[in-house]
């Protein structure tokens, strides 16, 4: 079975400049996350869906972030114009629902420069 | 609001040693505790969860007890392997309101020595 899909795996920007993530979750997995992690620390989410539905996004920038999950499978998560600040990894993680095991994938870091 | 700390690593050992990382956590209700791993290079994973006070989860080896009186769910390891060297995050889930997500403590970073 294959896992939770990200990409890309690495980028590097200028400040101001937009970027987008993908996410492609585990087939069947209804809930879909994305979380931050900055360098140290432990993983925060930034905001979750239930199929395509955004329950809790409480915690992301809506100034310059937004996402999407169209026709609730796949997810991007888009920062415009990116900051100095927001240089971090961004994990997207999935499950069959809002209290199941969560699966991570590897990630998407960003370096804004 | 609900939180988690975490010993700061890295912890080093040697292989074949005990290793305990501690865990406390702080939260309103009654909270699942989880320990993720995330190896090099790779997403993170679940590694053990309790759903309950005094339950005890265990995989791989490790165990951890959920101890209400002492808010804690240290992760434990009788003789590690080189192979066990990753970050370990402790979490907690928040049922507050009409949501759930986990929150995750900073992370430990383990490395075992051949």
């Known amino acids: 079975e294959a896992g939770v899909v990200q990409s890309p795996r690495y980028k590097i920007i200028e400040k101001k400049q937009p970027v987008a993530f993908w996410c492609n979750p585990i087939s069947g997995h209804n809930t879909l996350y994305w979380y931050l992690q900055n360098l140290g620390q432990g993983p925060e989410l930034l905001i979750r869906y239930e199929n395509e539905e955004a329950v809790d996004d409480s915690q992301l920038p809506k100034d310059r972030f937004s996402a999407e999950r169209l026709k609730g499978v796949d997810s991007t998560l888009k920062i415009q114009p990116a900051e100095l600040g927001d240089s971090a990894v961004y994990l997207c993680?999935?499950?069959?629902?809002?209290?199941?095991?969560?699966?991570f994938g590897e990630g998407s870091r960003l370096t804004v420069l | 609001g609900d939180s988690v700390t975490q010993m700061e690593g890295p912890v080093t050992l040697s292989e074949e040693a005990f290793l305990t990382i501690n865990c406390t956590y702080t939260?309103?209700?009654?909270?699942?505790l989880f320990w993720y791993v995330q190896y090099p290079g790779e997403g993170l994973q679940l590694l053990l969860k309790a759903t309950k006070a005094d339950d005890k989860g265990s995989n791989k080896g490790f165990e951890a007890t959920y101890r209400k009186e002492t808010t804690s769910f240290h992760l434990e390891k009788g003789s590690v392997q080189v192979s066990d060297s990753a970050v370990y995050f402790c979490a907690l889930s928040d049922h507050g309101d009409s949501s759930y997500k986990l929150i995750f403590g900073s992370g430990t970073r383990l490395l075992v020595r051949p």
């Open positions: 993680a999935s499950s069959v629902n809002q209290a199941g095991e969560l699966f």
């Open positions: 939260a309103t209700g009654y909270p699942s």
